[in-house]
């Protein structure tokens, strides 16, 4: 297996288990409590009574959306990485009966998806475009993986596997098969993830079929629609198939269009394919769609999908603050892509610093301090009164919100916070990669031998890492990274000076001793930043970041109308560690320039000079904005130059 | 009547008469052949069609949208106004001949509409609210008010006032009839100005019951839909029955909402019916909307509604340059109730200084220097690309269009174009007030006599205004308007300095005699603007004025990427005449500050003093931009303070 183990590391304090422990404690607690419609005051979920009712078990109907069971898996997956860091009986239990619900409504030819169980088998695959069965069927596979890897247990895996053989026996290249791929990309990394475990050629050979035959000439998306007499969404948008990534096949693709999600579960399964198969023409389609994202098509908090439309991408440098989408969902598959081609791209640090740009932003601020409510939408600029009176930025919302219709966010956050060792760790022969700094005990068997460590930081609030190596054998290597924000660091082995060799942007330290104990010390200044000029939104403005942490300004730190808030191109910050702010989180505090109240002033008149007020700005982390008094928040401030 | 004669003012000459001529020459005849589907390769208006169908004349369907009538009375009306200038016997016969196609297909009863004659006449009046039958009744009125002004012919009107009669008979306030109102208001002012021909008082008495029910709980709009079962398109939607400006009685309306164009006709009648009865809440409510809509909701170019979605208003301030619907009809519309605001609120300049601001940006702007192409959508910031890529500004478009499936502005630039004299002008017991500089002859009779004058001036490009009194009696008064923008100007008679006395921003001249000669000299230099920093589109940017015109930058002049271009706060302009371009029109010249290119740069990174090339800029008006090779524009750059 690529992906580094759960077993294998273990987040043991500070900011990411104060994270982990959320989502064990809040999240998956009140998730399985909506997925079995035992919240009060809120809209079923329906999520497990579909699957009861489709098991026989109970009476009733199919509710919710078509791909409601993805809640389910999402959730099976999250749980599984949380039982391999905490175990927990009786929370495993709960699970091994969901999974004995789920199971029951298998079909005898294995077919497992409620919404067509209960609504008539005689439609299935007659929807591919939009009918999410694939998609389903996907993370319903890593559910069954992550469960199988933490607990041993397959009958999950096994079903799934059945139902896998029935696809597999529909949907193909050979004649009489669908020549179909799914409308809402999953199933391909998942199908991967599926191989590492069988090693069956078929799952390989079914992941690349779909990579391979989407978008294809003549388009299966357009036969299947004309065919079945399905609706066509998008066919007076500007989007027209590219919606799915299916405008052409996938190694023509020269930029990231259409819905962000579906785009990056695309890639990472791209990648995994390529991966796998040594494709070199489909990882370069990998590393011409990460830049175009990356360079290009990414907010600097990590977010990508500018255009609530579709939630989508729309072209290079469209980057508005206000009427952005960034679904937390697309910078969470963001890191799926990123892990994946840092793993498979010679482990170059510039991956790395993408996952770690997005998770430390717009993934976290996709959930509130108290783990008790959620952001779909992350948006860098917001006045309430816009959100409230502008159909425009109506999708934006000032406060978090329980637990969502669509509820794809919630859970999604559950399971990439849940498995962030795996994220912040990799091994490639006998070297142990450090990608993410956490508080945290690793043990890793490596080619040559087995390495142990212990971590201590207070990462990202001080740029100080100490490792102890507690196990090591003579030809392993740690390689740390050396994040891309950071232009100046020290390193000391057993208090002395160490050598600073560099690869691919990783400090590489070999010949490590048991008992080694080596301080990273990373500068960590705030830093004034600035967007490339092709991003028309930002022109004349900067933000403001300190290590991987994007800062913002809210109202309830600084009044209203904080257009009015400009920063003098010298400004200098100071720092403040206040213990009581949200677990010891830092903030800013600099002098700014606010333009001073007019009175009443007429809608145009002639220009003057503008007249400031100096005035003490307070910054807080991005990531907690909205956990007070709602207000206005911005991230892109004018500078005065 | 309130509104200046077509007769007692002729347009003789420079900037108005080459658009009027363009009306005559350019746009009334396309728009005829579009009327009877004589264009080629264009898809078929049934616009006349739908008349003969209707009134058995031919065989065939109704075509078209359901308001599709009214873009044949926006037609009528503009023609009436051409000929009241330009009389041409071969024009009249043709409007006399389509006169009797339409009063062709009346009902016995007097019902007058092609698609509910066509299409079942058993569920006319069941959507008022959608349907637009009292909007295109609206629409005929004022054509045929101004056919009969024009021609005396009264065969449209006649018929129409039975139609009328039929409405009567069916909605209003009395037990029996429908308690309802039009979902998009027009036939309120149509029905004053009918009430001022036929001083019917049953005509004065339905446009104020329309304006007295609408919004009255329960609301009409709620119970019609629920009893015929309509739809109700905005149910999901901020707007709800704000759309309409039915959400509460208009007396109570405080802010401009909803659709901008049926916002500003509705205001209109208000106004009218205001004016008529001497209604002081409603002349109050008007003020307020008034108010609203010119200090918080206009673009500097007049245009209004700046939410495409819904072509709406949203709130205070809220003026996105590139998202921007402007409208041309809504500017037009905004016109209407400025010249009305300007004559019934005691002839106060700042009315007219609106209606001006709209003139001569962004109204002419939605029609191509040739007269043969239009916009809908005025925007003030484009970027070919974005409107290309992204769906939130694929309504904006870099080039005019030739005729739209719903063809309402460019009817609606032909009727204001062809009426404009009646706006440049006004008259109040012995005052002749002059609103519009316009080479022109005027001939009206006053309350004790006939003033007669010839004006001559190159306005907008130059403030010099020449009036040549030819006939006057002794007690009149000519009050000619001094602009808003400007700060500085001499009046001469004679040769000799003149009295400046000012009334309401007008200068005020009496004692004038036959023979006088005055000649009032506009100090016309570039102006900076800002905007009210509420504003946050704005903030850091300004725009450039000359008189009344506001300037713009595009590519074909000044490159791409014109957000890299920000003016020094101090910048200086010369003005350039140049006879061949575009009637000669004045264009403006500065230096500027443009960033350097940088080549490939990541797009974030540490800020650091932006390095700047001077570069020579070259603005032109803004209603002139796209009439060149496609490209960006914007009017609000970034200024150096």
């Known amino acids: ?36 419609d035992r919240i009060e005051n809120a809209e079923p979920s329906y999520c497990m009574h579909n699957f009861q009712v489709a098991a026989g078990k109970k009476a ?28 927990d009986s009786e929370l495993e239990n709960i699970i091994d009966a969901a999974i004995d619900d789920i199971v029951a409504a298998q079909q005898p030819d294995g077919y497992l998806n409620t919404y067509y169980i209960l609504n008539g088998l005689e439609k299935r695959f007659t929807n591919l475009k939009d009918n999410h069965e694939l998609y389903c069927l996907g993370h319903f596979l890593e559910a069954a993986v992550a469960y199988y890897h933490t607990t041993g247990k397959d009958k999950l895996l096994k079903a799934l596997i059945k139902y896998v053989d029935l ?53 299966f998306f357009q036969e299947e629609t004309e065919k079945q007499g399905n609706n066509f969404y998008w066919q007076h948008s500007l989007f027209q198939y590219g919606y799915y990534q299916a405008h052409k096949p996938v190694r023509e693709q020269q930029h990231a269009v259409g819905h962000s999600v579906r785009a990056l579960y695309m890639y990472s399964g791209m990648a995994d394919v390529a991966h796998k198969t040594g494709d070199e023409t489909l990882m370069n389609a990998c590393k011409r769609l990460w830049s175009d994202v990356t360079s290009k098509q990414m907010y600097i908090t990590g977010g990508v999908g500018s255009s609530h439309y579709g939630e989508a991408f729309t072209f290079g440098y469209d980057l508005p603050n206000d009427t952005v989408y960034a679904e937390t969902c697309a910078s969470i598959a963001l890191a799926f892509f990123a892990r994946r081609m840092l793993e498979y791209d010679g ?35 917001v006045v309430p009164k816009a959100t409230q009176k502008d159909q425009l930025k109506s999708h934006v919302k000032t406060q978090r919100q329980k637990w969502f219709g669509c509820a794809c966010c919630p859970p999604n956050l ?33 080619q040559s031998g087995t390495i142990a460590l212990n971590i201590t930081t207070r990462y990202p609030w001080s740029g100080t890492i100490t490792v102890k190596i507690t196990e090591i054998s003579p030809k392993s290597t740690l390689a740390m990274r050396i994040p891309g924000w950071c232009e100046k660091y020290s390193v000391k082995i057993n208090n002395a000076a160490a050598n600073k060799k560099l690869q691919n942007g990783y400090l590489t330290l070999t010949t490590l001793k048991t008992g080694d104990e080596i301080i990273l010390d990373l500068d960590m200044p705030v830093n004034i930043i600035e967007s490339n000029p092709a991003v028309r939104e930002n022109i004349g403005k900067v933000a403001i970041m300190r290590g991987p942490i994007v800062y913002c300004l809210e109202e309830v730190d600084n009044g209203d109308n904080l257009h009015h808030i400009a920063l003098p191109a010298n400004a200098t910050f100071t720092h403040h560690h206040d213990k009581d702010f949200y677990c ?36 807080i982390p991005y990531y907690l904005w909205a956990n007070r008094e709602p207000g206005e928040m911005c991230c892109w401030v004018r500078v005065l130059n």
């Open 1 to 36: 297996m690529t992906e580094f183990s759960l077993k294998d590391a273990k987040i043991t304090g500070n900011f990411w288990q104060n994270f982990m422990e959320l989502v064990r404690t809040e999240v998956v607690p009140y998730q399985w409590a909506a997925l079995n």
């Open 167 to 219: 696809v597999d026996s529909l949907i193909g290249a050979e004649d009489g098969k669908t020549h179909g791929y799914p409308g809402h990309q999953e199933i391909e990394l998942a199908l991967i993830k599926l191989y590492e475990i069988t090693q069956d050629e078929k799952h390989l050979k079914l992941a690349k079929y779909f990579i391979d035959e989407r978008g294809k000439t003549p388009l």
């Open 414 to 446: 559950a399971r990439i916070l849940a498995s962030l060792a795996s994220y912040a760790y990799a091994k490639n022969n006998d070297t142990l990669y450090i990608n993410l700094f956490a508080e945290s005990e690793v043990k890793s068997k490596l």
């Open 347 to 381: 482990f170059k640090a510039e991956y790395a610093d993408v996952l770690e740009q997005t998770l430390y932003n717009g993934i976290i601020s996709g959930m509130a301090a108290d783990g008790k409510s959620f952001f779909y939408v992350n948006p860098l600029e």
């Open 60 to 87: 009733g109907k199919h509710g919710g959306l078509v791909f409601q069971d993805s809640d389910v898996a999402k959730f099976l997956e999250a749980v599984a990485y949380v039982l391999a860091w905490h175990p």
């Open 584 to 619: 010891g989180a830092v903030t800013l505090q600099t002098t700014a320039k606010k333009l001073q109240p007019t009175g009443t002033q007429s809608l145009y008149q002639k220009s003057h000079p503008p007249k400031y007020t100096n005035v003490t700005t307070k910054w």
